[in-house]
């Protein structure tokens, strides 16, 4: 036990007045003067030996009365610990969470300014000799002084100018950091931690980094409702090109972190004038992905926004993804002679399906090539080849799109030409790899069942295949196939589609950076009725998309706190500036190397960066979004805080959302016991002064 009004001890001796009154008492006897012979009993009766302990025991009681009224005077406690020194004072750290999830408003309010706010009364709550620091737990925490100090206004200063909380917090890093700062401090340490106790931030938090003798409290911000929260926690586009005037697919991820059910649209595109929304509904607790269809401005970096409706934590509502879109794109139409392979060429078919409306209208421009003009010259401007009705090929025409499919190039070839296996097996071993299909006989309606072939198999999970998922699937039964080659897999590449009888119908090689697909099948209607289906241009279109590159569009991502980098033509870059979101300030590092400029910077805040180029499209952009973990606001017990950390700090406590911190600080007062105390004393004293008088014989 300690005093609060420990410089008056010195009132302690002035329990010993009963004692001296006392001791004068018998020092100067009272003189009676006696009349009768009842005074001279009555004085006989007051020196009796039952009289003398009687009046000890009241200078006792009045004794202890006295002493318990000065100690109710110097406000005694009740402390955990040793009191602090009257000169060094007490060593506290404050760690205050500085989250996305503290922004969340519940009732106006958020946790942040609760914490804040317990903050401000914990450090009024110190004595003048407490010394304290103040440690903001982020993505990189960091300390409002280099040592302990008593400088209140600078303390929250340091709290109320940092920016808006927009990431993780790292309490594990927080506690190491509180632990350097302790390492030279004198005396016992108390760490209280304000926060909202959300699970992703406090998962695998440790504190064996602490003293082991630091009392640790953990004050909750969170509020007593279970907040809910719903976010945009990510975007994911197909593998492949995205091309200029087309259309892209996007899956959307959207959670609803709430104990309550959820509908509202949600909205894409990548500039206001060209948004498409979708009706989304949510369960409790629950994620979906949904699907929605936008179109693709023109070609570079093009920015991609999809948000929902504003709730309590909105800086999660949006989220950001920059594409590379390509410009429209020529296509190689390498057909043989109309004549060649004995009923009508299917070329028509194929540039319809390519361009299908026309007029410099679509995402593709087909260019008819005729093999006997297949050079590398001729391919140096396209990246996607179709090949029909391939009359036999020489060695520098094979050779040339040898090397045209591994410098990354992409090709469909449609086995319906006479000299198709001797092309394959010229390709095959100018490749120096086998293909996945080795043909064996052309095989006609005669000679198949029911007079057409059907697909009865495939691995859908093929990128190439994405136009059947799902309920689509049924899309293929409509196919029939009149005339094929009878081929044998090879267990090489990859088989796509397959027929009845197990022959290859689509096969996928990867030849070097580039992709060759062989349909064993026609578009001539002679041969199939695939150029009569409403799915066979949108087919053509997914497959060249796809083909001939396996990387994703979408540029990497970035959270807050990160450090971002890119590299430009320093020709073009030099003299731009980085633009960032309102309200960011950003410093920017540029380095030198060679024609290239590199760019650097750390991303403070959620949006779009970008450094844009003179003739309006951006040299370099980057995507910066909240982590995602930082949506779900569930939080786990405080309460199970001070087990986990009392392996190693045995004064771990749970004190609430509100504490008196004058009674965690300076321990529990008891003055009130010692004045009821005094008062039974003295009751006890009057009763006896009552009861025990002195009686005559």
């Known amino acids: 036990m300690s005093f609060l009004n420990s410089p008056f001890l010195w009132l302690l001796p002035l329990a010993g007045i009963p004692l001296l009154i006392h001791w004068l008492s018998r020092r100067f006897p009272k003189t009676f003067l006696f009349s009768s012979i009842e005074d001279i009993r009555r004085t006989v009766a007051g020196r009796s030996r039952l009289f003398r302990w009687r009046h000890l025991i009241m200078l006792l009681l009045r004794t202890l009365a006295l002493l318990a009224l000065v100690g109710a005077f110097l406000k005694p406690v009740i402390a955990s610990r040793a009191p602090a020194d009257g000169k060094e004072g007490r060593r506290v750290l404050l760690l205050v ?196 269809v936008v179109p693709v401005p023109a070609g570079g970096l093009q920015k991609l926004t999809v948000t929902l409706p504003p709730d309590d934590m909105p800086l999660d509502d949006k989220r950001h993804l920059v594409v590379q879109v390509r410009d429209r794109e020529e296509v190689v139409l390498l057909t043989g002679p109309d004549a060649a392979g004995g009923s009508p060429a299917p070329s028509l078919f194929l540039r319809t399906a390519v361009d299908p409306y026309g007029g410099e209208k679509g995402v593709y421009r087909p260019r008819p090539l005729e093999p006997g003009a297949l050079t590398p010259a001729a391919l140096s401007a396209s990246t996607r080849v179709i090949g029909s009705r391939l009359p036999l090929l020489g060695d520098d025409q094979a050779g040339t799109l040898a090397t045209f499919l591994r ?116 578009v001539s209607e002679a041969s199939s009725n695939l150029a009569r289906q409403r799915l066979f241009p949108a087919w053509i279109h997914e497959m060249l998309l796809r083909m001939g590159d396996s990387t994703n569009a979408a540029m990497e991502s970035f959270v807050p706190g990160d450090t971002i980098s890119g590299e430009a033509w320093a020709a073009e870059a030099t003299g731009r500036d980085l633009i960032a979101p309102p309200s960011t300030k950003t410093i920017v590092r540029r380095d030198p190397a060679g024609e290239r400029l590199r760019v650097t910077f750390t991303a403070p805040a959620p949006g779009f960066y970008r450094l844009p180029g003179g003739d309006g499209r951006d040299l370099l952009a980057f995507a910066v979004n909240p982590d995602p973990r930082e949506s779900d606001l569930r939080s786990i017990d405080p309460a199970v805080l001070p087990d986990r950390a009392g392996g190693s700090n045995s004064g771990a406590a749970y004190v609430g959302e509100t504490a008196d911190y004058g009674v965690l600080l300076r321990g529990r007062p008891v003055f009130h016991w010692f004045l009821l105390g005094a008062l039974g004393l003295l009751l006890v004293e009057a009763m006896l002064f009552k009861t025990l008088k002195p009686r005559t014989a």
């Open 407 to 522: 410098g990354g190039g992409g090709m469909i070839l449609f086995l319906d030409g006479e000299s198709d296996r001797a092309n394959l097996d010229k390709l095959s071993g100018l490749l120096g790899e086998e293909l996945p299909l080795r043909l064996t006989e052309k095989l006609g309606s005669e000679n198949l069942p029911g007079g057409a072939m059907q697909v009865a198999s495939g691995d859908f999970r093929s990128r190439f295949l994405r136009l059947f998922e799902n309920e689509r699937r049924q899309n293929l039964a409509l196919l029939e196939f009149y005339d094929l080659y009878h081929a044998m897999p090879t267990g090489k590449g990859r088989t796509l589609l397959s027929y009845a009888d197990g022959t290859p119908a689509l096969t996928e090689s990867q030849i070097g950076l580039g992709t060759l697909l062989v349909c064993n099948f026609s």
């Open 97 to 292: 969470d500085h989250s996305l999830s503290m922004t969340h408003a519940d009732g106006g309010t958020t946790a942040l300014s609760r914490a804040k706010g317990e903050a401000r009364r914990l450090l009024d709550s110190l004595d003048p000799a407490d010394h304290f620091n103040v440690i903001r737990v982020d993505a990189s925490p960091a300390a409002a002084f280099v040592e302990f100090s008593t400088l209140r206004d600078a303390a929250m200063a340091f709290l109320e100018d940092s920016a808006p909380p927009v990431g993780t917090a790292d309490f594990h890093a927080a506690n190491q950091l509180a632990a350097e700062l302790a390492r030279d401090q004198k005396g016992q340490l108390d760490v209280y931690y304000f926060s909202d106790f959300q699970r992703g931030n406090w998962a695998d938090v440790a504190f064996s980094s602490l003293p082991s003798d630091a009392r640790l409290f953990f004050v909750s911000a969170a509020g007593e409702k279970q907040r809910g929260n719903r976010a945009v926690s990510g975007i994911r586009i197909a593998e492949g090109a995205v091309i200029a005037g087309g259309e892209i697919e996007l899956s959307i991820r959207v959670a609803n972190h709430s104990p309550d059910p959820w509908s509202g649209k949600i909205e894409a595109g990548f500039d206001p004038a060209h948004l498409r929304e979708r009706e989304v509904t949510l369960s409790p607790w629950s994620e979906t992905d949904a699907t929605l």
